[in-house]
């Protein structure tokens, strides 16, 4: 379950209201416009993605979405959910687990799995799934806003 009861302004954590577990998400269902549109932001036009005949010919036997195009909705609950508004986005680590296709629902869930009070800093879990299928594993730091 998510828990989302943001203290500041804007509706993000502070520090202070984080604690290990707690977690939101996001999900979309990706298009084939998404797929296009962010290929033309990043400038990625590798045909995998773009071309079914070239993607037939792949071990993915068809077009597959972006790897990075599933793992910026992670910066979506960063930015957004927890900690939210405020907080500033240090390193992410990524591994790529699965394809994930158009049609396909995207769950970008975070967990927070520490906290650096010293450094107003937390790290967290970054997951995203499609049903039950992991997608993209890897874990974010994150600078939080404080009270003080």
Known sequence: MDELRGEDAFGGYCLEDLSVGMSASYAR???????????????DTNPLHLNQD???????????????????????????????????????SLSFKAPVRAGETVIARCTVTEIVAEKR??????????????????????????RT
């Open 29 to 43: 269902t990706l298009t084939e416009t998404d797929i296009v549109l962010f290929s033309g932001i990043t400038g």
């Open 121 to 146: 800093q937390a790290v967290l879990a970054t997951r995203c799934y499609v049903g039950d299928r992991l997608v993209v594993d890897g874990e974010a730091r994150v600078m939080v806003p404080t």
């Open 54 to 92: 070239f993607a037939e010919a792949t071990r993915f036997k068809g077009r597959i979405a972006h790897g990075m195009l599933s793992a910026s909705f992670i910066s979506a609950v960063l930015g957004t959910r927890l900690p939210g508004p405020g907080a500033v986005y240090l390193s992410q």
